[in-house]
């Protein structure tokens, strides 16, 4: 079996993470430019000032995707870029930015995924509350229906948010990430319903306004678990666990089941109602069925799991993560497995058809003095991760799988530090260079995973 010949082979990256040109052409301030701007956050002080400068450099990005034979490319729409205050007036230069690189994608075969929303909340929006504010919902549902306007009639594909587990829970729990706040934990909850409402009504406003039958979904990501061993014990205790509130109340966000039931099965986990029952904001029918719009195709992020077994107990534990367990450079462990469990454990719950949207990983990359950049760990890590992500797709229905990234880009609050791409990319030369993983890649999708 294996991946089919339709199978979308593509690669992923984010506004803010590659465009630059945070001020030009009308583009309003989001809270990543404000909070970079703020000492003390970012690795070395780094911006997304002009990352990878793609704004001006994508004709250059998309002959690269062209060459590495992709056959999707999954990106996000900066909200503040077309539309500067979050609502209002629309900024005609960013719309005309991303309609042509939808068309330079178009013209080279390379089919355009959009994710509405990287992060990039408008900071007028923020001031008014941004995720607090419930008006929120129809804010996001008027930008999502500018899009369907401007592009579904030559993109079909389209993900509300990704990772709201991130943005809520590293933007407002931990505040490692902006707008940088450690909000009370009943905000957060607060938070995580409105951002789940507006998916809701971007779904709806989307299925209204666009111009053809679109595939919408949504990027969530989360604390995924794989069996310790295929002993029917252990994968009913990784089952138990990925759809269990597992995580500490601080770490409330990771929960899987929280942010996906909702939106798959029409109603929050049992358990969580339960245990966060004192935090959580008036939750109406009304808001399930909104937050329940149908979708069409399941995004997850996925890099590493959780790997458990069942304790004498009876109860789920967890074999400790780092025991033994191969790093990457960004320090998360190496599981190939969880690709495997973890789409299928996803599949068996909801029995949506499943992108990875992504995964791939940080390496120390350095330009030889041949002039290439050998990156064996990478090809490493892929081979294993599509290894066990093949033997999924023979039984359930995996429609793609979007590589963590096109490029080096801007890695959040560690800035440039970490080297996510298959692309090179030199920030003070702008220079790419295809990293030997891009060759590897564009072989595996020549002949379908084939080898792997
Ligand atoms: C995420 C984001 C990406 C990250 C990538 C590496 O998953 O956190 O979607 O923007 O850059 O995952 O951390």
């Not at 062209?66 to 005609?92: H, Q, T």
């Not at 390379?110 to 909340?121: K, M």
């Amino acid at each position: 079996m294996g991946f089919g010949e339709d199978f979308v082979w593509g690669a992923a990256t984010s506004a803010y993470q590659i465009e630059g040109a945070v001020k030009e052409d009308g583009k309003g301030m989001h809270i990543w430019d404000v909070y970079t701007e703020q000492p003390g956050h970012i690795f070395e002080g780094h911006t997304g000032k002009i990352a990878c400068d793609h704004y001006h450099r994508f004709r250059e990005d998309v002959k690269i995707m062209k060459e590495m034979g992709l056959k999707a490319y999954r990106f996000s729409i900066d909200w503040s870029r077309v539309l500067p205050d979050g609502y209002g007036k629309v900024n005609e230069k960013g719309i005309t930015f991303y309609s042509e690189l939808i068309d330079e994608l178009l013209e080279n075969d390379i089919v355009p995924y959009i994710t509405l929303y990287h992060w990039e909340l408008p900071y007028e929006i923020y001031k008014q509350g941004g995720w607090m504010n419930p008006r929120i919902v129809e804010w996001f549902g008027e930008y999502a229906k500018l899009a369907a306007e401007r592009f579904s009639d030559r993109v079909k594909n389209f993900f509300t948010l990704n990772e709201p587990q991130c943005f809520v829970g590293l933007g407002f729990l931990t505040g490692e990430h902006a707008p940088g706040i450690r909000a009370p934990l009943r905000d957060t909850f607060e938070m995580a319903h409105h951002a789940m409402k507006a998916h809701g009504r971007a779904v709806q406003m989307l299925r209204q306004y666009g111009k053809q039958p679109l595939n919408i979904g949504y990027a969530p990501t989360g604390s995924m678990c794989y069996p310790e061993t295929e002993k029917a014990e252990d994968i009913e205790a990784a089952r138990q666990m990925l759809f269990s509130m597992q995580t500490d109340d601080n770490n409330w966000t990771w929960n899987v089941a929280w942010w996906s039931d909702p939106v798959l099965l029409g109603h929050y986990p049992k358990e969580g109602l339960e245990r966060y029952e004192a935090y959580l904001p008036k939750i109406t029918e009304a808001d399930m069925k909104l937050i329940s719009e149908p979708i069409d195709i399941y995004g997850q992020n996925i890099y590493n799991g959780r790997c458990i077994r069942m304790g004498k107990d009876g109860k789920p534990e967890e074999v400790r993560r780092y025991e033994g367990f191969a790093k990457t450079a960004i320090d998360w462990p190496v599981t190939p497995e969880c690709l495997y469990w973890g789409p299928k454990f996803l599949y068996e719950r909801y029995g949506k058809p499943i992108y990875i949207t992504e995964n791939g990983l940080s390496c120390h990359d350095v330009v030889s003095l041949d002039g290439k950049v050998h990156d064996p760990n990478r090809i490493d890590f892929l081979a294993r991760y599509l290894h066990e992500l093949k033997r999924a797709a023979g039984e359930i229905e995996l429609r793609g799988y979007f590589q963590w990234s096109l490029m080096d880009n801007f890695e959040w609050a560690k800035g440039y530090s970490e080297r996510f791409g298959l692309v090179y990319v030199d920030y003070r030369t702008q220079e790419r260079i295809l990293k030997d993983s891009a060759y590897w890649y564009r072989d595996v999708i020549l002949n379908h995973g084939k080898d792997l």
